[in-house]
């Protein structure tokens, strides 16, 4: 089950650099989609999510880019801090109360 | 701020004996998930329940999986007779009037 890839296992940035993380969809259903971090042996973390009728939702240092031609997607981080360093997980559903269908993660690694 | 909360954080199980894995979701919430996350995989949609009752599983969930919501805070994932490969992270999530699925921090679940 490939509908949400990201391609990318890990990332590495510069501390106070733009960290781009990217997902890509297959499912022309999916409306909403939610990025969410994860540190090992914890839960996902909620971060930011789009609804399929926008094409940019922003809060804080955290901007997610929707681009429902290409079934893409991006979370755009910042400046990238060291405690953004963890996995990073895009997901989707075809319903806002639907069952979320989930990427591989990226795990992102910000360096002094 | 209110959250998601499991128990327990970790289970060791022998194959065949059967575990309860209990979630108490955001009081004011109305849907609840259940996924899991088998090691080095994605995060995998088990059951979603609404109003008492299961509005979706996957294939993963077959018979030897149930689902409760014995009093007004628990929501319990039950494995009847468990195998080796239901070894995973377990995450309960759960959704309010919004968008946005919130997890708590995941029972390992070691079957051994």
């Known amino acids: 089950d490939q509908q949400v890839k990201q391609n990318s296992p890990s990332l590495s940035v510069q501390e106070g650099r733009i960290s781009i993380l990217n997902c890509d969809y297959t499912n022309s259903m999916f409306d909403y989609f939610l990025w969410y971090k994860k540190y090992p042996a914890e839960g996902p973390t909620f971060l930011i999510s789009?609804?399929?009728i926008k094409d940019k939702n922003e809060d804080g240092r955290f901007t997610v880019f929707l681009n429902k031609s290409a079934k893409h997607l991006s979370l755009h981080i910042v400046p990238s801090q060291p405690g953004d360093s963890a996995v990073y997980f895009c997901?989707?559903?075809?319903?806002?109360?639907?069952?979320?269908?989930w990427g591989a993660g990226t795990k992102l690694i910000i360096k002094p | 701020e209110p959250e998601v909360t499991q128990t327990p954080s970790h289970q060791v199980t022998q194959m065949g004996q059967e575990v309860i894995l209990r979630c108490v979701p955001i009081s004011n919430h109305l849907y609840f998930y259940w996924y899991r996350q088998i090691l080095g995989q994605k995060v995998e949609f088990l059951v979603s329940?609404?109003?008492?009752?299961?509005?979706?599983k996957s294939e993963i969930f077959d018979d030897q999986f149930s689902v409760e919501r014995p009093d007004g805070s628990n929501f319990t994932l039950k494995i009847r007779s468990t195998k080796l490969e239901d070894s995973a992270m377990y995450f309960c999530?759960?959704?309010?009037?919004?968008?946005?699925?919130?997890f708590g921090p995941g029972t390992r679940l070691l079957v051994l």
């Open positions: 997901a989707a559903s075809a319903h806002s109360n639907y069952q979320l269908i």
């Open positions: 329940f609404y109003n008492n009752e299961i509005s979706e």
């Open positions: 999530a759960s959704l309010g009037g919004g968008e946005t699925q919130y």
């Open positions: 789009i609804s399929s």
